[in-house]
Every structure is written in structure tokens, then in C-alpha cells.
């Protein structure tokens, strides 16, 4: 077991929980069982004089007291207590057989218990060693009220007593102690029962940590635990499926720098060794322009992003009118449109809306869509842009295309960084996976959401929501 293990601090935890209670339970227990003991031996006693009374009343109505010395005598024998008798002036008249017959004539040494008895009233009295006796006893006295005699004083050794306790006690305590073993040996199992899938999950954890995303924990669990193993599954699922990402954006990055770079350098080398005449020059120097202009245009968009990720995004927000804004940016994708017959129909709730936002970040995000909109429809396609009210303080805007759509578990990832889907995948040639990541990172900034719906073979609508401009 490590020093600092869960399971030595739970055990830790339990050993000392267990204790305390024992402790309490131990003092609670000497307080009942004495007091209980002590009650039950005052009672027997006080019980005891009852019968004495009555066998010396009957004694000395016939008489005989020969009968109440051996009576006495039996009591003595079954109590394990000696009886003293005292007069009306509190003097000793009789004695148990087990008693020296010296106190006969003696006062009663104990004024308060003395005078109790005169008084018909039952005491109690705690007699310490050498008061009286060697031993300590506990004398009970009984009042009687027959002939000469005022008072039964039933006294009983305090050690007899007190090994009884002893006993008892002797008895709970090793009660208690296997009972704590028992609570030890369930409270370990009990430990280790809960540290389990923690430590599967530490070794799942570590076996991630190396580079193998595919390592999943099976723990059948229904309360925190599972909860908790089912957000590491999770987690690793995530980390796979980003790792894979991360290896295809190196793949398909190393080949699209590769591509133009390879041209690129391939014209320059024929243009300085003559290969190209002068005359052709101008057509491929435009060519190497266009790739240039491409890499630029891909290594903005990789420090967009990282730069939008950090939290370094600032808006210059101003109040614009949205619906003018997306037939702009329609206008700017008329190539592309034309060149698969795609239709766009706007649909406006109404024919302006004012909104509040930074307005060039917000061109971007509905370049990107409408973009994404028009490379995935298909020929002859139509792209809906529809903008709607939502309530008085903010507008909702959707991109919606006929395209092939987007699988539920694509669903999940499509806002990440350099994801691209794989129903997608071939028609996305030039794309690097960043647009709708900075198209995310742009709404998180303006304190609002960009969402995705989609059914396979049915198309996508891409939405995203904003402040409305505040009426002067």
C-alpha cells in the first residue's frame, strides 16, 4: 500500500472514526452498566430487608428469634451480605452470623443514614475501608417499626461488586474488539473497493499519457464513480479522435505546402535556367502570385486561430444593418455560384436589422458558411440564408444547404480545429479545417453560440445568433 494511498487514507480515516466511537461507546457504556448494576444490588438488598423485616416481625410476635438468626444466617450465605440490626436509640442489637459480635451495643457510626432510618425512610450509604470494616461496603438501611428494633442495615463487600463490573466489562470489551476487527476488515475491503477503478483509471490515465489514445476503462457502476469513468472514456474518445485529426491536418497541411511550394519552385528554377521564355514568363509568375497569395491566406488563418484561442480576439463592435451584410457577401461568392448553377435565397424577417457586433469578424463567419454552403451543394443546389427574430433583443441567422450533410459523431467535432468530415473529405480539396473554428472562436468572443444541424443526405443549416442594435 503506498504511503499516501486512497486507501490508507480512507483506513486512516475509518481507524480513527472507529476509535472514537469505541472510546464513546466504552464511557457510555461503564456509566449504564454500573449505574444498572449498582441499581439492581440496592434493589436485592432493599428487597432483602423486607424479608428480614418481616421474619423478625414474625419472630417477635412468637417469640423465637432463634428462627431470625437463622435466617439471617441464610441470607448472609445467599446475598454474600452481612446484616446488622439497630435498636430505636441506634444501637447494635443483632448481627449476621459473618459479622463480629463486637459491634453488638455499638452506635451506628453514620448519622445521616442513622437518623434517614429513625425516620422510616430507606438509605444508602458508601462505607470506605477501615471506617468500619477492612473492606469497603456498600450498606443499604431498612426501616422497621416492630417492638424494639428501628432499622435493618444490609451491608455488602464493594469488591464483590466491583469484579462483577470487571467481568462485565472484560465481556464488552472484547465484544468491542471484534467488532472492530470486523469493521476493519470491511471498512480495508470497503477501501479498496472504492480506490479500484480509481486506480484502473490512474493506469488508463498513464497509458494515455504515452500516446495510446485507444485505452478505454470498463468499471459497471451507476454512482459517482461511473459517472466519472464514463467522462474518461470520453476524454480518451476525444483525444483519440483530436489526435487523428491532428495527424490528418499534418498530412493534408504538409501536402498542401508541399503542392504549391513544388510549383512554385519548379517555375522559378525553369524561368532562370530558360526553360520558360520570357514571353510565357508573366503567365506562370501570376501562377506563383495566386500560390503565394494561397500560403499567405492558410498561415493567416493558422495564427486567426491561435491568436482567437488564446483570448486575444478584440471587437470594435458597431451597430450594422445583418441583412445588408449577408447579400454582400452573397455578391462575393457569385463566381463560385455560378459555376455550379447554386441558387441563394434569402429570407428576411424583416427588411432591416439592426445589429450589434463587430462587423468585419461577423463577414467572416457568413464568408465561411456561405462558402462551406456553396462548396458542398450540390450542382443546381439552392442555399437558404434566413434571418429571424427571436425576441426583442436578438436575431437569429442560418446558412442551410442541400448538401451531403453531417453524421451525429462528425456532429460533435466539427467546430475543432483542423477537422475535417469524412463524407466531406473529397470534396474539400483546399480547405484546412480552421474556418469554422475561427467561426467559433468569433461568436464565443461576441458572447454568443454558432450551432450545426444535419441529417446524412439531407444537407446542413448552420445558425448562430446575435444582439440586436438598440433603438435611439
Known sequence: M??????????????????ILILILCGALAVIYTNHY??????????????????????????????????????????????????????????????????IGDEMAYDDMTTAVLNGEIATHYIKPGEVF?????????????GQLAGIFMCRPMPEIEASLMEMYQMSVISLFFVSLLGLIVSFLTAKYVAFPLVVMNRAAKIIANGDFEQRVVINSNDEIGELAESFNHMAESLQTHEKVRKDFIANISHDLRSPLTSMNGF????LDGTIPKEKQEKYLKIVLEETERLSRMTQGIVELSRAQ??????????????????????????????????????????????????????????????????????????????????????????????PGISQEDQKYVFDRFF????????????????????????????????????????ATFAFTLKLAEKE
Open 268 to 271: 522559378l528554377t525553369a524561368m
Open 2 to 19: 503506498k504511503r499516501d494511498s486512497i486507501v490508507r487514507k480512507q483506513m486512516l480515516l475509518y481507524m480513527t472514526t472507529i476509535g
Open 134 to 146: 477492612d473492606t469497603p461496603m456498600l450498606v443499604v438501611g431498612y426501616p422497621v417499626s416492630e
Open 38 to 103: 449498582m441499581g439492581e444490588k440496592k434493589g436485592e438488598l432493599i428487597h432483602q430487608g423486607e424479608k428480614i423485616a418481616s421474619a423478625y416481625g414474625k419472630a417477635y410476635r412468637t417469640g423465637n428469634l432463634s428462627e431470625l438468626t437463622h435466617e439471617l444466617q441464610i441470607l448472609e450465605n445467599y446475598m454474600e451480605a452481612g446484616v446488622v440490626l439497630m435498636n430505636q436509640d441506634g444501637r447494635v442489637v443483632l448481627t449476621s452470623p459473618g459479622f463480629d459480635d463486637v459491634l
Open 420 to 459: 475535417k468530415s469524412d463524407m466531406t473529405r473529397n470534396e474539400d480539396k483546399v480547405g484546412s479545417g480552421i474556418g469554422l473554428a475561427i467561426a467559433k472562436e468569433f461568436m464565443i468572443a461576441h458572447g454568443e453560440n454558432i450551432t450545426v444541424k444535419s441529417e446524412e443526405g439531407k444537407g
Open 310 to 403: 488564446s483570448s486575444a480576439i478584440l471587437l470594435e463592435e458597431t451597430n450594422f444593418d445583418i441583412n445588408e451584410l449577408i447579400r454582400s457577401n452573397i455578391e462575393v461568392l457569385e463566381p463560385q455560384l455560378k459555376e455550379k448553377q447554386v441558387r441563394i435565397r434569402g429570407i428576411y424577417d424583416e427588411e432591416s436589422t439592426m445589429v450589434r457586433g463587430d462587423r468585419d469578424k461577423i463577414s467572416r463567419v457568413l464568408q465561411n458558411l456561405l462558402s462551406n454552403a456553396a462548396k458542398f451543394s450540390p450542382e443546381f443546389g439552392v442555399i437558404e440564408v434566413e434571418t429571424t427574430l427571436l425576441d426583442k433583443k436578438k436575431v437569429l441567422i442560418s446558412v442551410k444547404d442541400e448538401g
